[in-house]
């Protein structure tokens, strides 16, 4: 099962910061926090991942509080092209466990 | 960063069917994965597959149903058998491979089934 927890949907405007909150209360020492995104139609997309430390990348940056009991993915800018499924996994093994995931909807 | 395509693309088959998806990798890759995304769901792992072994499969999924290939490092299939209208659904292959310093999953960009 997911071990995570996200909003089902939120809206942003163009041009404007998006913080995606995701929760995962029970995760362990050894596991990573996993973004990936899914534009209608498409494959999943591999945004960023981190263990402990804030982490950042030319599409996003992704802060983990220090509990490491949630995190926030940002994407400083959103554009219409970031409308999509965004999903947060916590990762123990070589395997993707998808949740619900967050669907952001960016408009003008 | 690792290239997936998928045979076919899409599909309308009628139940009591089976289907065999196909999945390239442009480079050689020792994870592949099998998922599953009903409409409007997330999705759902069906098995891992390594070249030289037994598919293993999640739970509620299973072999007869559907049975997977790999014959090498850069191929896998997945067949959908004695299909439902309740299998209609969007099957994606992904793979694992290190990029930029750790391991990535890729995914192909999915067959599209729908089961008459």
């Known amino acids: 099962d997911a071990k995570t927890t996200q909003p089902p949907s939120m809206d942003c405007a163009e041009g404007r910061a998006a913080n995606l909150p995701c929760n995962h209360s029970?995760?362990?020492?050894?596991?990573?926090v996993y973004w990936y995104r899914q534009i209608h139609s498409q494959g999943p997309q591999y945004i960023i991942h981190?263990?402990?430390n804030n982490e950042t990348n030319e599409m996003a940056s992704l802060i983990i509080t220090e509990d490491r009991k949630s995190s926030t993915l940002i994407l400083p800018h959103a554009t219409l092209r970031d409308t999509a499924v965004y999903y947060c996994?916590?990762?123990?093994?070589?395997?993707?466990?998808f949740g619900t995931g967050t669907r952001l909807q960016v408009f003008p | 960063s690792a290239v997936i395509s998928q045979k076919p693309s899409r599909d309308i088959c009628q139940r009591g069917t089976s289907l065999t998806i196909q999945c390239q990798v442009d480079?050689?890759?020792?994870?592949m994965f099998w998922y599953r995304q009903q409409p409007g769901q997330s999705l759902t792992l069906i098995a891992t597959?390594?070249?030289?072994?037994?598919?293993?499969?999640e739970s509620g999924f299973v072999i007869d149903k559907f049975p997977i290939s790999r014959p090498n490092l850069t191929f896998s299939t997945l067949t959908v058998s004695n299909m439902s209208p309740e299998d209609s659904s969007i099957y994606l292959c992904s793979v694992e491979d290190w990029d930029r310093g750790h391991y990535e999953q890729y995914f192909g960009p999915g067959t599209r089934l729908t089961v008459t």
């Open positions: 480079s050689q890759v020792t994870m």
């Open positions: 029970t995760i362990s020492g050894n596991e990573y």
């Open positions: 597959a390594n070249q030289g072994s037994e598919a293993t499969y």
């Open positions: 996994i916590v990762r123990d093994t070589d395997k993707l466990i």
């Open positions: 981190g263990l402990k």
